[in-house]
């Protein structure tokens, strides 16, 4: 007799209805709340979208949709931690479609590599050669989780790109600066520009994702147009959004949130459930789109992405290195 | 005399209802004008107004006495503070509240356990503690029971929950959150014009004593 025993990942039906119900009841409430900007995001053509629109993306056998239950794609868009609009989950999709331009948009690959170039994306998405889609567990630091179908392409890619010499040990992500049509970045409090880091083999790890899109749409602003870090094993906030530079350097960059808060947050932010937040437990989380009633799931190690990652951190403290 | 502005502050069904409606508020955005970005996680919504609630319902019985103190002779003031139990004990219950969402949200009472290693957690929980003892004596025959003197220094707890719930909600968020600051410094401030007075009163009253 076989015996099915759910995956710790895997939602209950009752969430999975509920969401369904949800989307055909609200429809037309969600794009009334969200007004007119992200209504345009979703229906025109032109103008709102994101620069990457034109790349047909297929999907990656390896990280499927069918393994894994997607969030709605209503609640990737409207529950979002972008705090250069805003500090509010429903701040980035108000805020980011009041005139913030992301397209055209420009990436500059910088630093300890022999290939520096500045890059318009379009032209970047071409040379790497197109989209794939992958379905990645999001495990955010706050302990709720989502599952989003990313469009992009691998960063090794991009790394192979840059041809880093060396002494090229790290890569800093450094994220627009445009405090006139970004309300967020009009306080001073989190230290404009948000920067990131990966170290060199953690951003050729086969993971690590430049995101252009979600669902097979351009990434709406609020998710990190037109391109964004993904890496699942890590807390979302490593996912540096609307990235304009990529620095390869021989010293770990000082990311945003270590710079702010270092006894709470790190440099790795890998998911890892045996080490708290100073605050709060980092052993569970709650799905985003479960409802009143779906309680909580367990989080995983790497947030399930062990296989893949475990390696990198070999002799490596992470209670010290979290 | 009664003035009508005095009326109104008197009235109870008012109170009650200013007290009720900010519990029913959640239900807009989860039912009326379904909010995605609050449907996303609704309980943690839920959870977060429900202790928002209780907080500021705290902060404003705490202004009460003071408010008497700096303006003894204000009928509206005085009115006012015939509420004081009421708005009292619907902290405790919007806490009460706050702290089953809680318990609902983590999944049961297994959590209470890394709760209390937790500072952001533990300052919560202490303060619904002291709520529920208060709420527990509030009725008129506890002050019998325990004595005036007895009664009111326990009651003075409040103060303690109140310092801890202004650092619990400091806690909550990644970021510093400034409605900290614009519910508590308020009431910090009428403390201590309250504490001034009181003691002014108290030279005044030793004084003319010694004069007599």
Same mark, same amino acid.
């Given at each position: ?36 900007? #992200? ?36 609640? %990737? ?12 989950? $429903? ?20 630093? #300890? %590599? ?48 840059? $041809? ?30 948000? !920067?990131?880091?990966?170290?060199? $083999? ?7 994702? %430049?995101?252009?899109? =979600? ?24 996912? %540096?959004?609307? =990235?304009?530079? =990529? ?27 045996? !080490? ?11 799905? =985003? ?28 403290? #992470?209670?010290?290195?979290? | ?7 109104? *502050? ?15 508020? @959640?239900?807009? @955005? ?25 907080? +500021?319902? *705290?902060?404003?019985?705490?202004? /009460? ?7 003894? &002779? ?22 009460? /509240? ?22 952001? +957690? *533990? ?7 002291? /709520? *529920? ?45 400034? &409605?900290? /600051? ?18 002014? &009163? ?11």
């Amino acid at each position: 007799m076989l015996i099915r025993t759910p995956k710790d990942w895997e939602l209950s039906e009752s969430s999975a209805t509920a969401e369904a119900v949800y989307r055909l009841r609200n429809r037309r409430e969600f794009l009334k709340t969200l007004g007119a900007g #992200l209504a345009g995001v979703a229906l025109a053509p032109h103008g709102l979208l994101a620069a990457t629109a034109g790349f047909p993306s297929k999907e990656n056998p390896l990280f499927p949709a069918s393994a894994l239950k997607p969030t709605a794609y209503e609640f %990737i868009t409207s529950y979002n931690n972008f705090y250069e609009f805003g500090t509010g989950k $429903d701040d980035p999709a108000k805020y980011a479609n009041r005139g913030w331009k992301t397209e055209p948009w420009t990436v500059e690959l910088a630093g #300890l %590599i022999r290939a520096p170039a500045t890059f318009d994306v379009n032209a970047l998405v071409a040379k790497i050669g197109g989209l794939e889609q992958r379905v990645y567990r999001h495990r955010c630091v706050e302990a709720w989780s989502m599952v989003v179908p990313w469009d992009g392409f691998p960063l090794a890619k991009l790394v192979a790109l840059a $041809d880093p010499k060396p002494e090229a040990k790290f890569l800093k992500f450094t994220s627009f600066l445009d405090p006139k049509n970004a309300v967020g970045q009009q306080d001073s409090y989190l230290g404009w520009p948000y !920067v990131e880091g990966l170290r060199l $083999d953690e951003a050729v790890n086969e993971l690590a994702f %430049i995101a252009t899109g =979600i669902y097979g749409k351009p990434l709406p602003n609020q998710n990190g147009a037109p391109l964004r870090l993904v890496t699942p094993w890590k807390y979302g906030f490593k996912g %540096i959004k609307s =990235i304009v530079k =990529i620095e390869f350097t021989d010293r770990a960059p000082l990311n945003t949130w270590q710079r702010l808060a270092p006894n709470e947050y790190g440099f790795y932010a890998n998911v890892n459930p045996q !080490v708290d937040h100073p605050r709060w437990s980092q052993a569970s989380e709650r799905v =985003i789109g479960g409802g009143i009633f779906a309680g909580r799931q367990t989080t995983l190690m790497f947030n399930g992405y062990e296989k893949q990652v475990a390696g990198l951190y070999k002799g490596l403290d #992470l209670t010290q290195n979290y | 005399m009664n003035s009508p502005l005095e009326k109104i *502050l008197r009235a109870k069904p008012l109170v009650y209802t200013l007290i009720i409606l900010p519990g029913l508020w @959640p239900l807009w @955005p989860l039912f009326v004008a379904p909010n995605p970005s609050v449907l996303a996680d609704p309980l943690k919504y839920v959870l977060h107004h429900l202790g928002f609630v209780a907080c +500021l319902l *705290l902060v404003i019985v705490l202004t /009460l006495t003071p408010l008497r103190v700096i303006f003894p &002779q204000s009928r509206p003031v005085l009115a006012l503070n015939r509420h004081r139990r009421l708005v009292g004990v619907s902290a405790f219950v919007y806490a009460a /509240l706050h702290f089953s969402t809680h318990l609902l949200y983590e999944g049961g009472f297994r959590v209470l356990a890394s709760d209390v290693k937790k500072p952001f +957690l *533990l300052t919560g929980l202490i303060a619904f503690t002291i /709520l *529920l003892l208060l709420a527990a004596t509030s009725f008129n025959r506890m002050v019998q029971i325990l004595g005036a003197k007895r009664w009111k220094n326990l009651h003075r707890l409040a103060y303690v929950a109140a310092a801890l719930v202004a650092y619990h909600q400091a806690a909550a968020r990644k970021l510093f959150p400034v &409605q900290v /600051l614009w519910i508590f410094i308020p009431l910090a401030l009428l403390e201590l014009a309250r504490i001034a007075i009181t003691v002014q &009163q108290k030279r005044h009253a030793a004084t003319s004593a010694r004069m007599g």
